[in-house]
């Protein structure tokens, strides 16, 4: 073969037909948590002092408890906003991967032609739970998304699975 044939050349990436990357919804910044924390402490630490000069010195302890508690669970509600899951589809190939907030990666390479979404959906409060089915594999996807957001998640990747589907589009020009 001489270097002139078309395999022998650089692999040309494919075209990413729909790319996401779904993150649990976290409300409050690291800004707002370190104001939230600052008051929190301010008002237990003036309740604690009304206590202890009424002479209930030990709840001043228990008010310091309960700042310690709410620093860790909102320290553990920011660890576990590390998760996340990517969606992404090729020609080829749609690819999932799925991070735990621990940092373990779970990673599903499926074929496009074979995939099928399948929904859940609640009459009052809308779709539920989205699911990827090929070949009797069933992954559950989009579980960081409320209602409204996976419709519209829904609509993108419906319409690339279907652009995945068509296949590729040859043009000369380009």
């Known amino acids: 073969m001489t270097s002139g044939n078309d395999f022998d050349g650089p692999e040309r990436a494919e075209p990413v037909l729909f790319s996401a990357r779904l993150t649990p919804h976290r409300s409050?910044?690291?800004?707002?948590?370190?104001?939230?924390m600052a008051f929190v402490c301010i008002v237990s630490f003036a309740a604690g002092i009304a206590f202890w000069m009424m002479g209930a010195w030990p709840v001043f302890g228990f008010f310091g408890?309960?700042?310690?508690?709410?620093?860790w669970a909102f320290r553990l509600n920011?660890?576990?906003?590390?998760?996340?899951e990517e969606i992404s589809i090729t020609h080829s190939e749609l690819r999932v991967r799925r991070t735990s907030h621990r940092g373990h990666t779970v990673e599903w390479v499926l074929n496009p032609l074979w995939v099928q979404l399948d929904q859940t959906i609640h009459e009052e409060f809308g779709i539920e739970r989205l699911c990827?089915?090929?070949r009797g594999r069933r992954i559950s996807i989009?579980?960081?998304?409320?209602?409204d957001e996976k419709s519209s998640f829904v609509k993108a990747l419906s319409e690339a699975l279907q652009a995945?589907?068509?296949?590729?589009?040859?043009n000369p020009i380009a």
């Open 65 to 71: 408890l309960d700042v310690l508690l709410i620093y």
């Open 164 to 170: 995945a589907k068509r296949g590729p589009t040859y």
């Open 28 to 36: 409050l910044s690291r800004a707002g948590f370190i104001a939230l």
């Open 142 to 147: 989009a579980g960081f998304l409320g209602p």
């Open 78 to 84: 920011f660890r576990h906003a590390r998760a996340s």
């Open 132 to 134: 990827l089915v090929s």
